[in-house]
């Protein structure tokens, strides 16, 4: 059964303005899939360069192949030649109609230096995450335009039991995951999918011949998701100079295997230079690199809190990529070691904070770090959520609420994509 991407409107807008489209995501997370029902829907050609007779062409003469093939088009696995970039530059500086070129990529190709300046402003750039829950129970996801639009007290929800939560956060969000039901499948197609990777998309952006050190790279990340990013810890852990586990970092991240989370400052200067925190974007994934059964993060609490955390950065960052609001997410972390797991801005700079806790009850502890946040934002603080595994929303004082955590997925509306 298909089931609708809630970013699919997004493309559309954005292929009504914009002559060059890109559809950027991990592998597997459904790029291909919703680019070929595209293609039916709006009459596009479609070149996949895993063709090997359609990647040869390319790599010969990607002008002489842009230039005799019709138009408007769909190129799918783009990261596999580069070189198509430039040549796509030249055939938009000549005739700037929308919608031209929709481009998917399982790499993000704009962290080399040589192509993030070819398309600039010519682009537009879209994210496809794995499978949102709220995508899973068709439906388009708004709780974060509820929480900015101040109507956070008008959600209606349904109870979830926590052995629900648990299977959601341990299966992870990957289409093809989706379909098993037998962790041993799981942990195979787990397996296979990141080989894939190592073996080919990171050959693919980059020179690196060693790719036998990047799974225990990622294991000890994995370890240390939703921390912050130590690098002379990690470098000594690695026995790797600084210059290569940077390298190495960049790959996993063009990659979309991780990600860094900044953490958040008045001063927008502190962003780019105050440690951030690293995770992993997908808690399926997640689990598997942390080598835990279903049995075990259900019966131990520390790793059950830490998936959850991830599992609630990738909703949020997934509901983000298509809210009216299209906020910043950050993180907050005092210089008295007061936290906030995740904070989110708008483009007004008006603030919502969240913590996550895997617990049934709630106390005026756990928003400390909120209490903290509102009076450093002070007026801009618009509300302080903590997400917990409970059945209720109760108000902790002006503009604090407790929310049980599957208010994420049960806020929304029907879908409105076409496919």
């Given at each position: ?18 002559p060059?489209?890109l559809?950027n995501?991990?592998?597997q997370?459904?790029?291909s899939?919703?680019?070929?029902k ?12 895993d063709?090997?007779?359609?990647l040869n ?28 970039f ?6 938009v ?34 994210s496809?995450w794995?499978f949102?829950c ?10 974060i ?17 926590r ?8 299966w ?7 379909k098993i ?8 197609w787990?397996?296979?999918?990141l ?13 690196i011949?060693?790719?036998?050190e ?8 994995a ?5 912050l990013?130590?690098?002379?810890n990690?470098?000594?852990n690695?026995?790797?100079v ?10 996993l991240a ?9 953490a958040?400052?008045?001063n927008?200067?502190?962003r780019l ?7 992993l974007?997908?808690?399926?994934l ?21 998936l ?37 801005e708008?483009?007004s700079?008006?603030i ?10 709630v ?42 955590v ?14």
């Amino acid at each position: 059964m298909y089931i609708k991407r809630n970013i699919a409107a997004e493309i559309l807008d954005a292929l009504s303005t914009s002559p060059v489209v890109l559809l950027n995501g991990a592998r597997q997370t459904g790029k291909s899939t919703l680019a070929r029902k595209l293609a039916v829907w709006r009459n596009y050609e479609y070149f996949t360069l895993d063709d090997f007779t359609v990647l040869n062409a390319v790599l010969k003469d990607p002008v002489a192949f842009l230039s005799n093939i019709k138009k408007p088009v769909i190129i799918d696995e783009v990261q596999r030649a580069v070189q198509l970039f430039p040549a796509i530059k030249i055939i938009v500086d000549n005739n700037r109609i929308p919608g031209q070129f929709l481009l998917t990529g399982s790499a993000n190709v704009f962290m080399l230096p040589r192509l993030s300046e070819s398309l600039a402003g010519r682009m537009e750039i879209i994210s496809l995450w794995p499978f949102s829950c709220d995508e899973l129970n068709a439906i388009k996801g708004n709780f974060i335009d509820c929480v900015f639009n101040q109507e956070l007290e008008k959600i209606r929800f349904d109870d979830t039991s926590r052995d629900m939560l648990l299977k959601k956060i341990f299966w992870g969000g990957y289409p093809e995951i989706q379909k098993i039901s037998v962790e041993r499948r799981r942990n195979a197609w787990f397996n296979s999918y990141l080989t894939t990777i190592l073996q080919r998309d990171v050959k693919d952006i980059s020179r690196i011949e060693g790719v036998h050190e990047f799974p225990r790279l990622l294991s000890l990340l994995a370890s240390r998701s939703g921390s912050l990013l130590n690098m002379s810890n990690l470098s000594r852990n690695m026995g790797m100079v600084m210059m290569t586990l940077k390298r190495y970092l960049a790959i996993l991240a063009a990659t979309f295997l991780v990600r860094r989370l900044p953490a958040w400052f008045r001063n927008v200067g502190k962003r780019l230079i105050k440690m951030p925190k690293i995770y992993l974007n997908d808690s399926g994934l997640l689990a598997y690199l942390l080598g835990i059964n279903m049995e075990q993060l259900s019966s131990e609490p520390q790793i059950a809190g830490q998936l959850l955390e991830s599992f609630v950065m990738q909703e949020l960052s997934k509901q983000a990529s298509w809210s009216n609001v299209l906020p910043q997410v950050y993180f907050y972390r005092s210089t008295a070691g007061r936290e906030v797991d995740f904070v989110l801005e708008n483009r007004s700079g008006y603030i919502v904070g969240i913590e996550v806790k895997m617990t049934d009850t709630v106390t005026s502890q756990d928003f400390k770090g909120l209490d903290e946040m509102a009076k450093v934002t002070g007026k801009n603080f618009l509300r302080g959520i903590v997400l917990y595994t409970g059945s209720q929303m109760i108000p902790f004082g002006k503009n604090l609420f407790a929310v049980p955590v599957n208010v994420l997925w049960q806020t929304g509306r029907e879908q409105d994509a076409p496919f």
